[in-house]
């Protein structure tokens, strides 16, 4: 996934700064590029609108933002089975597999926030969260350039 999004990292002038992404013209590189960018963006698109209402109008109402909390981690889990069905050359798919195993710590450590029971908490548990960004926006990265794309424009 493109990704750095965390609390207050996703905001609709980054959205804007998207470019189209093109794909390598060889054949195998270009159907993992595609099959990638299809599994990714509509999953850095729900995240942008979690974190988002996380940062904005949810931030001073707790149950609205465990739900959005709930809903990352969600979509952060449907992205790691949706990658892991992907057909890629070898050396890329083990490093999808290191993308999702770290991917995975951040969407259980994204669950146990949305448990958090007030919201000075959940404050302070957000400063934990973006902190958890790094290494999965590093495998993110390394799996784009194994497949000729640039690196994401959010990290």
Known sequence: MCRGCGPGRCD???RRLHRPVRCSAHPSASESCYGYLRIAEPANG????DFDRLAGPD???LTAAEGDLRDAASTERLFDREILTLSLPPAVE????DLVRVNESRARLTLAVSADHTLQQLAHDETIL????E????AVRSVRRQIG???PSTS
């Open 46 to 49: 729900r995240l942008e609108i």
């Open 94 to 97: 083990a490093t999808a597999r």
């Open 130 to 133: 973006t902190a958890a960004n």
């Open 12 to 14: 609709p002038a980054r």
């Open 59 to 61: 931030r001073a109402h």
């Open 149 to 151: 794309l640039p690196p």
């Open 135 to 138: 290494p999965e926006e590093e």
